[in-house]
């Protein structure tokens, strides 16, 4: 422990009545008892007789074993208090403790050694207070994570079981549309709503594979399988996907590539799966004109995904929740859009079993908004790469 400076020692001195004055007999908040070497109650303090209703002449003689449960007499927890105080020079401790009535306090509190002038032990001092309403507090909480946790499993089995029940229809509907579409539509004024029929089964196969990746992560059963591939094309594979929805809303989707070929260690499908979430994201809340851009780079160790745009934009409020399921840009001050906000929740999952991590950047609503993927180019366990001499930068498009 610190030893205290000569100021601080000649300042405790000269108060020392006035201190052991509140300490013992005016403060009601700490409890102070001294005891003898075997643990036996030689002293009693105002404080203690207020937190535990004993008076001192009660106890005064009796071992202070008296105050700990039959539970931790049992354990020879008492004793265990005063050996950690002896060895190891003082004992932090915190534990119900018994009242007069019967009643248990919780208390936190530390007990100390006394030695003489030759560093032979004479006795302990226990110094403890009554927390039991942080106990209290404490114990609220530990009840409110477990009716989370059991309100977390009951609704993933709710969104598992509504996913597959969902998954069945869709495969008849699409196998359906696919026959239409081979068979040709002669008619014109058909062409246009098959080709609506077609977005829309597109949109609800994607809904229901996040839900049932959503229920597979809090499952701890999504696994990913890494594979090869440049980074330029995971890049554009992610724009031609979403090509037809930005033509339908008029927006723009621009690529910005490095020049030089960039090779990365990715599960293909859950890449691809998280930049289509995050431009159908850009792109939901971009308004017609706007643009979006899809831009990649990489470090040393590290490859860097960029999907700005000129959208709505995100409040303060709501960026610590964009990552959240059921969370939605319009969920404050708007009317909500389509979907039920799942994207940027399963986005968060899949990086972060690649070992990677996404953050969101926005100055406000109506001042667009900008999602960073940042992800180890190769497999955890794979070999070191060689550093690279400088970080490749992307050739940058002006934007307005």
Excluded at 45 to 61: K, L
Aim: net charge negative; glycine share 8%.
């Amino acid at each position: 422990m610190p030893t205290p400076s000569p100021d601080t020692s000649r300042w405790a001195a000269s108060h020392e009545h006035t201190l052991a004055d509140l300490l013992l007999r005016q403060s009601r908040a700490h409890g102070v008892i001294f005891m003898d070497a075997d643990g036996c109650i030689r002293g009693w303090s105002e404080g203690a007789a207020f937190i535990t209703g004993y008076t001192a002449a009660e106890v005064i003689g009796q071992s202070v074993a008296m105050l700990f449960t039959p539970e931790d007499r049992e354990r020879g927890l008492d004793e265990q208090e005063l050996r950690i105080a002896r060895e190891v020079g003082f004992g932090e401790d915190e534990r119900w403790h018994l009242r007069k009535d019967g009643s248990a306090v919780w208390t936190t509190g530390v007990s100390l050694p006394v030695r003489d002038a030759h560093d032979a032990l004479t006795g302990f001092v226990k110094i403890f207070r009554d927390a039991s309403h942080l106990r209290s507090r404490a114990k609220y909480l530990e009840n409110v994570l477990a009716d989370c946790h059991v309100q977390r499993s009951q609704q993933d089995f709710f969104l598992g079981t509504i996913a597959h029940e969902l998954r069945g229809p869709l495969a008849p509907l699409k196998n359906a549309l696919h026959i239409v579409q081979r068979l040709g539509v002669e008619s014109h004024s058909l062409q246009q709503p098959v080709a609506v029929m077609g977005r829309q089964l597109g949109i609800l196969e994607r809904l229901v594979e996040d839900l049932i990746d959503l229920t597979r992560v809090n499952a701890g059963k999504l696994s990913i399988s890494y594979a090869r591939i440049m980074l330029q094309q995971l890049a554009a594979e992610a724009k031609e996907a979403c090509d037809e929805a930005a033509a339908i809303k008029g927006v723009s989707v621009q690529l910005v590539l490095p020049g030089v070929p960039l090779e990365v260690q990715v599960d293909t499908e859950r890449m691809l799966q998280v930049l289509g979430n995050l431009l159908n994201n850009a792109i939901k809340y971009t308004p017609r004109g706007g643009t979006i851009w899809l831009s990649v780079t990489a470090d040393q160790t590290h490859f860097l995904v960029f999907v700005k745009d000129t959208g709505r934009g995100i409040g303060p409020e709501l960026l610590p929740k964009v990552f959240d399921a059921f969370t939605q840009a319009g969920d404050i001050g708007r009317q909500r859009s389509d979907g039920i906000g799942l994207g940027l929740a399963v986005v968060k999952e899949i990086v972060t079993l690649h070992r990677g991590t996404v953050e969101v950047r926005s100055e406000g609503e109506g001042k667009g908004s900008e999602f960073i993927l940042r992800v180890p180019l190769r497999t955890p366990d794979g070999p070191e790469r060689e550093p690279m001499p400088r970080p490749v930068e992307p050739e940058y498009v002006q934007r307005h």
